[in-house]
């Protein structure tokens, strides 16, 4: 990636477009087709970056030079300051790149680790201890950072330096304890490719992020939109995207609410949601409730389909081999905190969850495999 410098440089000066693509040939003829790679962009368009692809096909996020340099800025104001980055998160997704760019941003060339064969925890910390910069920065997604504590040499190394933004995925309150005892300096954050990254960490937006909570209901729970100066211009060749009607604000598919002193907390997303015998469950909220027991390592919670419930809930885990996985202990605590409809029929476990871009879980693909 670091041979593409030229290219990346170019992303930060508007000097060209372009759009990030992974190793697979048929996954990259499918975003070239899908985005028209090759036919006429704004002038002011630097970087066309893909989705996660929740619904389907990918779609591409629009972004200027302004867009990322404002959200680099606002990354190095909460962070302390500029310093240099380990690259080790795939380069194609948002998350990724602006590892890249945010180094070339403070004048730093970064460091790329080889994931190509899956992420080695022992070379991971040989990378770090060797990054050079004033302060050391990296970004890791949950399923990184379990084996990074499952490695006292990475542990140690990620101790050691400045910032680890973790993000793709929502970070288990297990997991985050287990880091924070560690002394590793987390962050949790959120954002996307439209928002050109991380825009609010651990809660709170970085400088300049606006947030807003469509259509709250009585708990506060409601959709949330996002604006400021790292907003994507819209998608590539879709102008009438319900996501950027107002071209200042970008609505995501994310439930969520905002608490007194503006912290922002993610229940789940809109299209994710369970209807199971006529009533809702947030599969999020049921996860959080399994994930505190000492069996599970992770956790994913779908809806299957149910001739009599309509949809019934299902959870996958992942055990921690600390203690034996009890199904009934697991239904009992999500009973005691959400009643009986939330409890998941079956729990099933795996040797490990599907995932999709950054490290989000792929519950289409639970669905597929289980239905």
């Given at each position: 990636m670091l041979d593409?410098?030229?290219?990346?440089?170019?992303?930060?000066?508007?000097?060209?477009?372009?759009?990030?693509?992974?190793?697979?040939?048929?996954?990259?003829?499918?975003?070239?087709?899908?985005?028209?790679?090759?036919?006429?962009?704004?002038?002011?368009?630097?970087?066309?970056?893909?989705?996660?692809?929740?619904?389907?096909?990918?779609?591409?996020?629009?972004?200027?030079?302004?867009?990322?340099?404002?959200?680099?800025?606002?990354?190095?104001?909460?962070?302390?300051?500029?310093?240099?980055?380990?690259?080790?998160?795939?380069?194609?997704?948002?998350?990724?790149?602006?590892?890249?760019?945010?180094?070339?941003?403070?004048?730093?060339?970064?460091?790329?680790?080889?994931?190509?064969?899956?992420?080695?925890?022992?070379?991971?910390?040989?990378?770090?201890?060797?990054?050079d910069g004033p302060r050391r920065y990296t970004s890791l997604v949950p399923t990184q950072l379990i084996k990074v504590l499952d490695s006292p040499s990475a542990t140690t190394a990620l101790a050691n330096s400045d910032g680890l933004l973790v993000g793709g995925a929502a970070t288990p309150p297990a997991l985050l304890r287990r880091a924070v005892d560690a002394g590793i300096p987390i962050i949790r954050t959120y954002g996307m490719s439209e928002t050109a990254g991380g825009c609010v960490y651990d809660g709170v937006p970085l400088n300049g992020v606006r947030i807003r909570i469509d259509d709250p209901n009585p708990e506060g729970v409601g959709r949330v939109i996002l604006g400021g100066p790292m907003i994507a211009h819209g998608y590539r060749n879709r102008?009438?995207?319900?996501?950027?009607?107002?071209?200042?604000?970008?609505?995501?598919?994310?439930?969520?609410?905002?608490?007194?002193?503006?912290?922002?907390?993610?229940?789940?997303?809109?299209d994710e949601a369970i209807t199971s015998g006529g009533l809702t469950i947030v599969p999020q909220v049921v996860e959080a409730v399994i994930l505190d027991d000492p069996a599970v390592r992770e956790c994913a919670v779908v809806g299957l389909p149910d001739d009599r419930l309509g949809e019934k809930v299902v959870a996958f885990v992942v055990t921690s081999d600390s203690v034996p996985l009890d199904v009934d202990r697991i239904r009992g605590a999500v009973t005691d905190r959400f009643d009986r409809y939330a409890a998941p029929r079956d729990v099933i476990e795996l040797d490990a969850l599907p995932t999709r871009g950054p490290g989000k879980i792929d519950r289409r693909a639970l669905r597929a495999r289980f239905t």
């Open positions: 593409r410098r030229a290219e990346l440089s170019a992303i930060l000066d508007g000097s060209a477009a372009y759009v990030p693509v992974p190793d697979d040939p048929r996954e990259t003829a499918l975003l070239r087709d899908a985005l028209a790679v090759g036919e006429p962009i704004g002038d002011d368009i630097s970087l066309v970056i893909t989705t996660s692809g929740t619904t389907g096909t990918p779609k591409g996020a629009q972004h200027t030079p302004a867009t990322l340099v404002a959200s680099a800025q606002a990354t190095t104001e909460r962070l302390g300051g500029p310093g240099n980055w380990l690259l080790a998160l795939a380069p194609h997704h948002i998350a990724g790149l602006q590892v890249l760019l945010r180094a070339l941003a403070s004048g730093h060339t970064p460091a790329v680790l080889d994931v190509t064969d899956g992420f080695d925890p022992d070379a991971f910390a040989r990378a770090l201890d060797a990054l102008p009438d995207h319900p996501a950027f009607a107002d071209p200042s604000w970008f609505r995501t598919d994310d439930l969520g609410t905002v608490d007194d002193d503006g912290v922002l907390s993610i229940v789940g997303r809109a």
